[in-house]
């Protein structure tokens, strides 16, 4: 007997050890169990690479835009181009939150829309027509945020056109930042066309370096920092007990609402899953195993609220500032009840680790 | 058949067991040293962060920046002489002050198990493990003996007991047993495994783990102790951990737990595993079968039985301390810790603080990313003493900054075995108001539900 647990010791020991390595990919597609690969799919499919495509057609027309303006820097190519910076910006906010892959490596979200801008440092780049628009120090002098400057920011657009239009340097850099734009969006978006969907949707392993597990916290990280800080908490100063109007999205086109409810409203359709099996389907899944309250209909429910409030703030954010916080600062306590459901609810029920932490549990 | 301590205490037996153990546990110490450097740890864990958590009363314990490399060098070199029995007493000595500084430089990191090893090395101090195949043995043969008393190897015995049978005890719940709590959290998200992925989405399984996990904890003890069923029962210990480690992101602890269950087995197989042992080493085994037996006499003896005694009336009083708290232990964690409670709850929280100027009303949002790690910042949101720990040090990094009266808030929501987030500490109360102690923390906000059992 001694000489047979001797040999199971062994045996076991080697079977656990071989263990070890269990990121396996398995795929486990059995009728009974939600199907994770078909999760990522649908994201990756449905709406993930048709949102870049999309945002990849304006951010085209926007480079034409500008050069076009650069050649040509009359009335009708000033609004053609601020009119497309508009769309463009819009088209923006249904990719902004993809910060995994390519634009993670690159700081997509970073070089396309940190603000406030740096208006002194700005006009200092353009007038010495010296620049390197791919270092991290120069994230607050390009992207949207500075062609909103340059484009809005002296006033009305005779003024602008007298500004910008006898002005090389100025034209100049308009392009220059357009076609980084531009170029940045065609590289994030070729790797999403390329391999990347593949390796994305077939890592539907459990590990924290999973794909569900890693897009969750991008997901998630996403709606707390850039959603509800950026948007509404800094302006209204709900983080800082100051407001500082001047932080607002789009400070000088004033369409910081319109692209808020973008932001928003895509966020959701994400939620939901549009055509496909998204976290509302995944909680779905979990929660019919689960007593207590259904958690995706408190999200849901959640969502509906934000909407509802967000009809009672000005088209301009940094006006609805200026004339009555109170209202930006209850749209800001309303997101951060949807923070909490899916930071620690949604978190939970889907036993994502929080970030890659990899130690050791009990 | 009476019991008595005095024939108890003159009891011998082989010493072949107790070799065994600390050569295996010496090993797997080595080895665990090394996988957590080799994983990166000690510079993730202990270098990189800016603010570590302490343990009450041991707020003078932290990592010495690269030097700290130089306290894991110690305790792995204090690993390898344990296990070859070289200078024993000074090696686990070391080993235990090394690793137990280790584990007081940041509570973050607490683990069940990094307890169970401080504590046993702990024990082992007072252990005569070095008589018998040992270096020390081999070259002093005035220090080898063949026979050692009994209670040295029941001590560790009623140690791995203890373990086993509190992590039983707590299991006793409703949260365990009627809702299959965490495990019901957990268990799907397995969904990739090969073979068992399925099967880990069926609630009947978590039930099923939930009830078996908890008699096997209560029973294995006395399984083990028992010849007639201690075979099965060590299949039983390879089972379940193998299953643990399957399933669970658990380190080096289940094989330290199959190789420790080795103690309850006949010395026949101890002198077994040392022949082996010997032929691979090519030394001679019957150098140390010298029939020889240790006596523990005089001061010596009163000085290390009265140590264990005290250590074992700790060990088995301590996990009840959570009874002179009030409210529910789970929610408050309030006596949790140290007590063998082991992959009860799956809790997550959300901490956010707020700093206000008493005076002018002032307050901003501290970013938790700015001072912790993503890993702290998750351990502290659930965790009330961490919650006080660290609006102090916020305190007294504004206050540097030429912050004034500076009063600290935190909004906070936790999750508990998949309830409903609900607020967790008061948003009213100034944390500076309150510092850390083993009294009852008032702010800590009702837990809205009930959880029945020990």
Known sequence: ?362 | MRFSPGKYLKKNTEAAPLAVFRLFFGIMMFASIVRFWLNGWIEKLYIAPKFFFSYYGFEWVKPLGDFTYLIFIICGIAALMVAAGYKYRLAIVLFFLSFTYIELMDKTTYLNHYYFISILSFLMIFLPANVYFSVDAFRDPAKAFQKIPNWCVDSIKLLLGIVYFYAGLAKINSDWLFRAMPLKIWLPSKYDLPLLGDLMQQEWVHYAFSWSGMLYDLFIPFLLLWKKTRFPAFIMVIIFHVLTRVLFPIGMFPYIMIVSALIFFSPKLHHRILKKISGWLKISKQRFDNSRTLVFAGLKQQLSLAVVSVFFIIQISFPWRYLLYPGELFWTEEGFRFSWRVMLMEKAGYAQFKVVDGETGKRFYVDNSDFLTPFQEKQMSFQPDFIIEYAHFLAEHFKKDGHKNIEIYVDSYVALNGRKSAPYIDPEVNLLNFADSFEHKTFILPFNDEIKGL
């Open chain 1, 1 to 362: 007997m001694i000489r047979i647990s001797r040999i199971l010791v062994l045996a076991t020991l080697v079977f656990a050890a071989c263990s070890t390595e269990d990121d396996s990919n398995g795929g486990g597609n059995s009728n009974d169990n939600f199907d994770r690969g078909a999760m990522l799919a649908n994201w990756a499919d449905n709406v993930i690479v048709p949102s870049f495509e999309n945002f990849q057609s304006e951010t085209q027309k926007l480079e034409a835009a500008a050069k076009n303006f650069a050649a040509n820097p009359e009335m009708s190519e000033l609004e053609a181009l601020r009119a497309q910076y508009e769309d463009a910006y819009l088209e923006f906010q249904t990719v902004s939150m993809f910060q995994i892959g390519k634009a993670e490596e690159l700081n997509y979200r970073n070089f396309l829309n940190t603000y406030p801008v740096n208006e002194s440092s700005l006009e200092s780049k353009i007038a010495s027509g010296e620049y390197n628009l791919s270092l991290p120090s120069s994230f607050t002098e390009q992207g949207f945020p500075a062609l909103d400057y340059l484009l809005y920011g002296y006033g009305s657009a005779e003024a602008t056109l007298e500004k910008l239009g006898g002005n090389e340097n100025y034209s100049n850099y308009l392009v220059a930042i357009s076609e980084r734009i531009n170029a940045l969006t065609s590289e994030v978006t070729a790797s999403w066309q390329g391999d990347f969907r593949d390796t994305f949707v077939n890592n539907t392993g459990s590990s924290s370096t999973g794909s569900v597990d890693r897009f969750t916290n991008d997901y998630v990280m996403y709606f707390e920092k850039i959603l509800r800080s950026g948007k509404i908490g800094y302006p209204s100063g709900a983080l800082t007990g100051t407001p500082s109007p001047g932080n607002a999205e789009a400070l000088y086109a004033g369409i910081s609402k319109e692209l808020y409810l973008k932001a928003f409203n895509s966020f959701e359709d994400f939620y939901k899953g549009k055509t496909g099996p998204s976290y509302s389907q995944y909680l779905d899944y979990l929660g019919s195993m689960k007593d207590g309250s259904d958690l995706d209909a408190l999200i849901r429910d959640q969502f509906e609220a934000i909407k509802a409030q967000s009809a009672d703030l000005n088209n301009n954010l940094k006006s609805q500032v200026e004339s009555d916080n109170t209202k930006m600062l209850t749209a800001f306590d309303e997101l951060q009840k949807a923070v909490i459901l899916l930071k620690v609810d949604m978190m939970q029920s889907l036993s994502t680790s929080v970030d890659y932490v990899d130690s050791d549990g009990d």
